[in-house]
T-cell receptor, first 118, second 111 residues
Framework: AQKITQTQPGMFVQEKEAVTLDCTYD???????LFWYKQPSSGEMIFLIY??????QNATEGRYSLNFQKARKSANLVISASQLGDSAMYFC???????????????FGTGTKLQVIP | GAGVSQSPSNKVTEKGKDVELRCDPI?????LYWYRQSLGQGLEFLIY????????KSGLPSDRFSAERTGGSVSTLTIQRTQQEDSAVYLC?????????FGPGTRLTVT
């Protein structure tokens, strides 16, 4: 089974609208972390937001928020008020093994290409 | 402070030659990861270092790939007898205990 599943290979959103990028995950760990990264056409990987499995509140960073539904094992990224500069690939990732104090495996999804339309 | 750096930024090599890719992580970051990204694809995990040891080498595609890390800092990814299918962007990331910080990548082209 895939550890991280991003079912939307591509998405379009109108400028100034909100958009949700889906991510589901699979782990047997009780303590894990979920991340979202943005990769513009320049190729750099930019960290956006982090959610810990024990965090009770959904993470927010400016226009980014993470809709964390633990029972459903989903960690969707919500971008509010989309801007043209948001056009990029978005990757969801999971870090496991946090409590073990040793190896912390990080797994990435296949990504969603978001295009913001003027 | 300085971020993760990688060198070279671009490398063109002939099939069959060996190449070395270098990653300089953020100072103090104990964890270091190598990934490969083919054009338009996601990140393919290659190897992970905790300090100088590599507890997970499961992503290395073949025995032509090897990596080492010295002094808990710089890491080198070596590809021997390169093949055309090795052409990709090789990304390095380091982390302390939270998110990964990525370098700009090395674009490898095997002709």
């Amino acid at each position: 089974a895939q550890k991280i599943t991003q079912t939307q290979p591509g998405m379009f959103v109108q400028e100034k609208e909100a958009v949700t990028l889906d991510c589901t995950y699979d782990t047997s760990d009780q303590s894990y972390g979920l991340f979202w990264y943005k990769q513009p056409s320049s190729g750099e990987m930019i960290f956006l937001i982090y959610q810990g499995s024990y965090d009770e509140q959904n993470a927010t960073e400016g226009r980014y928020s993470l809709n964390f539904q633990k029972a459903r094992k989903s960690a969707n990224l919500v971008i509010s008020a989309s801007q043209l500069g948001d056009s990029a690939m978005y990757f969801c990732a999971m870090r496991e093994g946090i409590r073990s104090g040793g190896y912390q495996k990080v797994t990435f999804g296949t990504g969603t290409k978001l295009q913001v339309i003027p | 402070g300085a971020g993760v750096s990688q060198s070279p930024s671009n490398k063109v090599t002939e099939k069959g030659k060996d190449v070395e890719l270098r990653c300089d992580p953020i100072s103090g970051h104990t964890a270091l990861y190598w990934y490969r990204q083919s054009l338009g694809q996601g990140l393919e995990f290659l190897i992970y270092f905790q300090g100088n040891s590599a507890p997970d080498k499961s992503g290395l595609p073949s025995d032509r790939f090897s990596a080492e890390r010295t002094g808990g800092s710089v890491s080198t990814l070596t590809i021997q007898r390169t093949q055309q299918e090795d052409s990709a962007v090789y990304l390095c990331a380091s982390s302390a205990s939270g998110e990964q910080y990525f370098g700009p990548g090395t674009r490898l082209t095997v002709t």
